[in-house]
């Protein structure tokens, strides 16, 4: 029988190298898949999936379990880091992209920042739809790529997503829905186009 994420990590906090090697092993796969479409490369992706399991072997001793999964604590901490990476790289562009947006929402400038150029993963992608898509989701604001990404490619709950990004459950399933509608517009309209 494989034990739980919880089992695993109060193995790992009592110094059970296996147990830690475990959650590595169950865990690199989903954390550094949304890391790559986070991030503007995979090269970028591959270097903050390392940083982010340093952190969450320095947070594991303070882990306090609430279910018997770790993922949304996985998560979080891998978009927190995400965001922050974002963040110093921009603030290196201009000062000003911290700053809200003029339009009276609760996004920042650095929300609405678009990487021009696409990653060599989505090079890799023989498929035009796949290129398309994650074109359009570099488009979207952070929160909302990070609440789809969460939802549709890692599978997450509601509630596990609103762990994730420390917010409210009803306020990731609004940031999926509004996600999920804007790439559909941006999908119709990117096509339109072509």
């Known amino acids: 029988m494989t034990d739980s994420d919880t089992e695993l990590a109060r193995q790992a906090r009592r110094g059970d ?14 954390l550094l898949g949304y890391l790559r479409k986070t991030m503007a490369s995979a090269a970028a992706a591959d270097d903050l999936f390392q940083e982010v399991w340093i952190k969450v072997m320095q947070a594991l001793p303070s882990y306090k379990p609430s279910g018997d999964s770790i993922r949304p604590w996985l998560f979080r901490i891998a978009t927190n ?32 920042v678009v990487d021009e150029g696409p990653s060599p993963e989505q090079i890799g992608i023989g498929a035009s739809i796949g290129r398309d898509l994650d074109r359009v989701l570099q488009q979207l604001p952070e929160r909302q790529r990070s609440a789809i990404l969460l939802r549709h490619q890692q599978g997450m709950r509601y509630h596990e997503i609103g762990h994730a990004l420390g917010i409210p459950e009803g306020t990731a399933k609004t940031l999926v829905h509004r996600g999920v509608t804007a790439l559909r517009r941006k999908l119709s309209h990117w096509s339109d186009h072509d």
């Open 17 to 30: 190298r296996r147990a830690l090697e475990s959650l590595y092993d169950r865990h690199k796969g989903p």
């Open 81 to 112: 880091a995400a965001v922050d990476r974002i963040r110093r790289e921009n603030r290196r562009r201009g000062p000003e992209l911290d700053s809200p947006v003029a339009d009276g929402s609760d996004e920042r400038k650095i929300d609405r």
